[in-house]
């Protein structure tokens, strides 16, 4: 069945160190989701696309995360350089028509 | 700003026991509202989803939630808990307010342990 793949799984980086993760959204779906989730801080949407096109990136850290969707069937999320803080686990979601969202595997992400 | 609220921070029940979660959230205007499941170390699911129409839906793995409107609660239940429903239960509002249909805000979620 489709579902919505991450890599990597898990990350282990030191401080200072650019990191990269990738999603792949189900096929057809048009909007595609990035989510942090901490101990702490719980659920936080980070940014949102939709039709490859920027909606809301207001809850992300301007100054050293990106997110970008180049294609389709690619969203990127950027962090340079990584920090301690940014332990976490990051999931991907994507949605259709229907304002349901499905949830990837998620990137687990260490920062040293 | 949207906000939804899961009282429950930790739940611990009995196999067999009866399971009633709640969830509120701040806006009394058109709603969708979700309930998502994350089992241990794996990422969120679906349980269930409320549209429009019947107030009580019914999800998968034998769970339902009713949607009352005046009390801005979508409370997720279940008659009688397994051991594998242990997992971290998180409560969803899409707020169509913001005109952005897709945008989710999430609870903080509540942590069931259900013991044998």
Not at chain 1, 21 to 28: A, F, K, T, V
Request: charged share 20%; proline share 5%; net charge neutral.
């Amino acid at each position: 069945d489709a579902r919505v793949t991450q890599t990597p799984r898990h990350k282990v980086t030191e401080m200072g160190q650019e990191v990269t993760m990738r999603c792949q959204p189900i096929l057809g779906h048009n909007t595609v989701f990035w989510y942090r989730q901490t101990m702490m801080q719980g659920l936080e949407l980070l940014a949102y696309f939709r039709n490859r096109a920027p909606l809301d990136d207001s809850g992300m850290p301007k100054d050293r995360f990106s997110a970008e969707m180049p294609d389709a069937t690619l969203a990127t999320l950027k962090i340079q350089p990584s920090e301690p803080r940014d332990s976490a686990v990051y999931f991907c979601a994507s949605g259709g028509s229907t304002d349901t969202q499905y949830f990837g595997p998620g990137t687990r992400l260490t920062v040293l | 700003a949207q906000s939804v609220s899961q009282h429950n921070h930790h739940v611990i029940l009995s196999e067999a026991a009866s399971l009633e979660l709640g969830c509120n959230y701040s806006y009394g205007g058109t709603v969708n509202l979700f309930w998502y499941v994350q089992y241990p170390g794996q990422h969120l699911q679906l349980l269930l989803k409320y549209f429009s129409g019947d107030p009580l839906v019914k999800g998968i793995k034998g769970f339902e939630a009713e949607f009352i409107k005046s009390k801005f609660s979508f409370n997720l239940r279940k008659p009688s808990v397994q051991w594998s429903d242990t997992a971290e239960y998180f409560c969803a509002v899409n707020d169509l307010r913001t005109g952005t249909a897709s945008k989710l805000t999430f609870g903080t979620g509540t942590r069931l342990q259900v013991t044998l």
